[in-house]
T-cell receptor, first 116, second 113 residues
């Protein structure tokens, strides 16, 4: 099955700095890679996603890059703000036609702290 | 509804007791997923449904866990004879199709004492 590794496990930055979180996956059949932000005691919220036919996607201060050959993808947050502090999860999802269709395999999470 | 609704929000059970969690997916969504998030934060996939049919149950512990999605009823996840290690937040998610965005419920925090 799919295995997703996420690094770093904790990340501390100063307000205004950039933050980068990296993930690798194992199953070349995975073709959808979402990123979730989870605040303490809350549900995970989708913040950005990328499909395998795209190398990069940007939404304001958040961007995601995907390297299918190397099987890794990264989340980039620029101009970080204290409200960006949360746990961030990457995930990978398989293709239609497999019995694991729709199932998300999550990374281990990164605790991001943005200091004012 | 427009939101995945999970009940109860909190559940406390003594070891060996039964726990039953409920999830109402967003109307029109045909896929339902259950995930377990333990204190380490990691999400573990348990089971998925396509309408009322089990689609993928590879993550379900066979012995004490069961789940159902019946027509016109919330989906349910039941744990018989709970153990301390079952303490976790259980999230339900639904999606219109397997390949579309999954929306998560607020979770049920199960504490086994």
């Amino acid at each position: 099955g799919e295995n997703v590794e996420q690094h770093p496990s904790t990340l501390s930055v100063q307000e205004g700095d950039s933050a980068v979180i990296k993930c690798t996956y194992s199953d070349s059949a995975s073709n959808y890679f979402p990123w979730y932000k989870q605040e303490l005691g809350k549900r995970p919220q989708l913040i950005i996603d990328i499909r395998s036919n795209v190398g990069e996607k940007k939404d304001q201060r958040i961007a995601v890059t995907l390297n299918k050959t190397a099987k890794h993808f990264s989340l980039h947050i620029t101009e970080t703000q204290p409200e960006d502090s949360a746990v961030y999860f990457c995930a990978a999802r398989g293709d239609a036609g497999g019995t694991s269709y729709g199932k998300l395999t999550f990374g281990q999470g990164t605790i991001l702290t943005v200091h004012p | 509804g427009e939101e995945v609704a999970q009940t109860p929000k909190h559940l406390v059970r003594g070891e060996g007791q039964k726990a039953k969690l409920y999830c109402a997916p967003i109307k029109g969504h045909s896929y339902v997923f259950w995930y377990q998030q333990v204190l380490k934060n990691e999400f573990k996939f348990l089971i998925s449904f396509q309408n009322e049919n089990v689609f993928d149950e590879t993550g379900m512990p066979k012995e004490r866990f069961s789940a159902k999605c019946l027509p016109n009823s919330p989906c349910s996840l039941e744990i018989q004879a709970t153990k301390l290690e079952d303490s976790a937040v259980y999230f339900c998610a639904s999606s219109q199709y397997g390949g579309t965005e999954a929306f998560f419920g607020q979770g049920t925090r199960l504490t086994v004492v």
